[in-house]
């Protein structure tokens, strides 16, 4: 079983930017492909980034350009970094493997961005 703990969110304006950061609890966290996850009210959750052990990544359309995942397996830690920001970037954000273990969903941590 993966635990996570996300971190990092806040209030930010359009434009502005955030550093989310997830620990992961799990041994051979290397191997996982993790994911970045966000969950707007009244929409169902959606997989917003992935990054596998070799360090590939791939973003929904709607972040491309804008968000970069990363990892140090070194602190079993997954990084989202968030530029330009915009108000539809408003949601909880959670990390988990891709595909997500239903048992593993963290807190998420709530990222708003608004004027």
């Known amino acids: 079983q993966v635990q996570v703990v996300e971190s990092g969110g806040g209030l930010v304006q359009p434009g502005g930017s955030l550093r989310l950061s997830c620990v992961v609890s799990k041994t051979m966290f290397s191997i996982y492909v993790m994911g970045w996850y966000r969950q707007a009210p009244g929409k169902q959750r959606e997989l917003v980034a992935t990054i596998t052990s070799g360090r590939s990544t791939n973003y929904v359309d709607s972040v491309k350009g804008r968000f970069t995942i990363s990892r140090d397996n070194s602190k079993n830690t997954v990084y989202l970094q968030m530029n330009s920001l915009k108000p539809e970037d408003t949601a909880v954000y959670y990390c988990?493997?891709?595909?997500?273990?239903?048992?593993?969903w963290g807190q998420g941590t709530q990222v708003t961005v608004s004027s």
């Open positions: 988990n493997t891709a595909p997500y273990s239903k048992s593993s």
